[in-house]
């Protein structure tokens, strides 16, 4: 059994300065360019917008509304940073005194941003005023269709400004535009989410037009910002870190009862060991699925409606969730059987219609990691005029940009999008239906290109020894993520009992340090081509024997019989509290045996 990437090098880590008195640690944090001093100063304040030119049109343009009445329609997205972000915006609003609604685009119907018809329903709901929230900066034509409609916007957004200047509104004379690059100066932070954008907006005009108290309305709106640092896969540094910790206290004191009652009904949700994992694991992929298969405006709505009826809310959006996974696990299932793998990347084309377009970002990132292959998923859809084209998600690997790979595609045939976007690891794209075998042609043309030259990842060794002290080190300096990576670390692992469960196709190999988790093929394999002896109760046995208790384990357990398996690994550690412990594992990049 063997796994090597062969474009990946890998290059042991030796200079050490020390900083937190771990050496494999240490080694780590030396080669991402910290000392002990920018360690000690990791976690920066928080920064509240500075009062400027466009923040004082905001208030005068608020203040003015404010006194003829106007109905303000705020405009989110679909995601966990858009539902989080509206419903700071909305709860923002009707503090300050504004009849408010709401809308989002439905991500089949109107993909992603503001759009006309949604401008027609904010006219229709007899709204004069729009805010938008986590899109808006690349929605000119909407905007501007608004504008003519005799509306009033206020764009607030923290996406990429689009260099196509007919898409972007900051083109617009006097709109007025709160974003992290018109709010902050050359050198400050501005990797924000759109709901910190929306709470640090809320930040800067409650002390200047508010009436009533507003302090724990405010650590509300940071909770909900805070999640979004990891929905949105903010970088964990700087003023990030602060509000994802503030937010991690906020709900752990269960202050906001909608918010608590949500959080607490969630599965695997442990308010003592809350981190960045929970929110991750746990409580963004719930909000998401909302948006993904139904409608994204009933995350805001959520938080509108009274108490007796939070129950059918939380219902509603874990079977959407249980929906959301059963559909995954369908579909990857499905497609694994039918995808070619022999390009340099993989395209999958769903000719029968059968996948859920709200997925399909899941889905190409599950085959993207199975094989190691940037993957582009593409469904069917038809513009408004009924004519058909592939609308895709693409994922990729640390060695292939994939925005690069698509702007490769565009300057040799500019013909085959009709929009694209996004950044290395992830984008959007849409074809032309007649130009599906040239984009896969010139797809693997240009990943090849992308990857001619072998890419250096860095690694520390340690032993299973070691492991212990540096899992303890490592939850001192949490949150570990985008921005401020765990160690990748390579270590031999001495194999003494293998783990089957069945009921959740998951296998683990463990030893008397730590548990490493595997899909159940590979498991078995292991099983089947090392001479392991069964060493507990056999589920499969049992069931056929017609036992009624093994189908609540559906468990094996497997120890070595002549010989000790020793796999050589590379990946990241961390720990899981479960059971009343914390369990050290380790999620692995590359393996093989020795």
């Known amino acids: 059994v063997k796994e090597k990437n062969l474009l990946m090098k890998y290059v042991k880590l030796t200079k050490t300065n020390t900083i937190t008195g771990n050496r494999a640690l240490d080694t780590w944090l030396t080669h991402l360019g910290y000392d002990k001093d920018g360690i000690e100063t990791l976690?920066?304040?928080?920064?509240?917008?500075?009062?400027?030119?466009?923040?004082?049109?905001?208030?005068?343009?608020?203040?003015?509304?404010?006194?003829?009445?106007?109905?303000?329609?705020?405009?989110?997205?679909?995601?966990?940073?858009?539902?989080?972000?509206?419903?700071?915006?909305?709860?923002?609003?009707?503090?300050?005194?504004?009849?408010?609604?709401?809308?989002?685009?439905?991500?089949?119907?109107?993909?992603?941003?503001?759009?006309?018809?949604?401008?027609?329903?904010?006219?229709?709901?007899?709204?004069?005023?729009?805010?938008?929230v986590d899109n808006g900066i690349a929605c000119r034509e909407a905007v501007e269709y608004a504008l003519s409609k005799g509306l009033e916007v206020i764009v607030t957004d923290h996406h990429e400004i689009p260099e196509d200047n007919a898409k972007n509104v900051m083109r617009i004379a006097g709109i007025n535009v709160i974003h992290p690059a018109t709010m902050r100066g050359v050198n400050e932070f501005k990797e924000i989410s759109g709901a910190t954008v929306a709470y640090k907006l809320m930040e800067y005009l409650f002390p200047l037009m508010a009436e009533k108290a507003y302090r724990e309305e405010l650590d509300f709106y940071r909770a909900l910002a805070g999640v979004t640092v990891i929905s949105d896969v903010m970088p964990l540094v700087n003023e990030n870190r602060t509000i994802f910790k503030k937010s991690v206290k906020y709900i752990q004191s269960h202050k906001n009862a909608a918010l608590d009652y949500f959080i607490s009904h969630l599965p695997n949700v442990d308010f003592e060991h809350m981190d960045e994992t929970t929110f991750g694991f746990s409580i963004c992929p719930v909000i998401n699925a909302i948006g993904r298969l139904d409608n994204a405006e009933l995350g805001i709505q959520y938080f509108e409606v009274p108490e007796e009826?939070?129950?059918?809310?939380?219902?509603?959006?874990?079977?959407?969730?249980?929906?959301?996974?059963?559909?995954?696990?369908?579909?990857?299932?499905?497609?694994?059987?039918?995808?070619?793998?022999?390009?340099?990347?993989?395209?999958?084309?769903?000719?029968?219609?059968?996948?859920?377009?709200?997925?399909?970002?899941?889905?190409?990132?599950?085959?993207?990691?199975?094989?190691?292959?940037?993957?582009?998923?593409?469904?069917?859809?038809?513009?408004?005029?009924?004519t058909s084209f592939w609308k895709g998600s693409a994922r990729s690997t640390e060695q292939v940009s994939i925005i690069n790979v698509l702007n490769d595609i565009n300057n040799e045939n500019g013909n085959i999008f009709l929009n694209f976007g996004g950044h290395a690891g992830a984008a959007g794209i849409s074809i032309k239906e007649s130009q599906k075998d040239v984009f896969v042609e010139l797809l693997n043309k240009y990943i090849e290109k992308e990857t001619e030259e072998e890419m250096v990842k860095y690694y520390v060794e340690v032993s299973e020894k070691e492991m212990p002290q540096l899992v303890a080190k490592m939850k001192e300096l949490k949150p570990f993520g985008n921005g401020f990576p765990k160690p990748i670390l390579h270590t031999n692992f001495d194999v003494n009992v293998l783990k089957a469960y069945f009921s959740s196709n998951r296998g683990v190999i463990s030893n008397d340090v730590f548990e490493l988790w595997v899909n159940l093929p590979d498991y078995l394999k292991l099983v089947r081509d090392n001479d392991y002896r069964l060493a507990f109760t056999n589920y499969q046995k049992l069931l056929f024997e017609g036992n009624k208790d093994a189908d609540t384990s559906k468990t094996e357990y497997y120890r070595p019989k002549d010989k000790k398996i020793k796999l050589s690994m590379f990946g990241e550690v961390t720990s899981n509290y479960f059971g009343g412990r914390d369990q050290i594992k380790f999620d692995v990049i590359e393996k093989e045996l020795i």
């Open 309 to 386: 009826d939070r129950e059918h809310y939380l219902a509603f959006f874990l079977n959407t969730n249980d929906k959301r996974k059963k559909l995954q696990a369908e579909c990857v299932e499905d497609v694994e059987k039918t995808i070619d793998t022999s390009g340099n990347g993989i395209c999958y084309f769903d000719d029968k219609e059968k996948i859920n377009e709200g997925i399909i970002g899941i889905l190409a990132g599950r085959i993207c990691n199975n094989h190691s292959k940037p993957t582009i998923v593409f469904s069917k859809t038809k513009d408004s005029d009924g």
């Open 43 to 132: 976690d920066k304040p928080e920064m509240p917008f500075c009062k400027n030119s466009i923040l004082e049109n905001v208030v005068k343009q608020l203040e003015h509304a404010k006194r003829n009445n106007f109905k303000v329609m705020v405009s989110a997205d679909y995601d966990n940073d858009g539902i989080y972000g509206g419903t700071i915006l909305v709860k923002g609003f009707k503090f300050l005194g504004f009849e408010t609604s709401y809308m989002i685009p439905n991500r089949v119907i109107d993909g992603y941003g503001m759009n006309k018809r949604l401008v027609d329903r904010a006219i229709s709901e007899n709204c004069q005023m729009i805010v938008t």
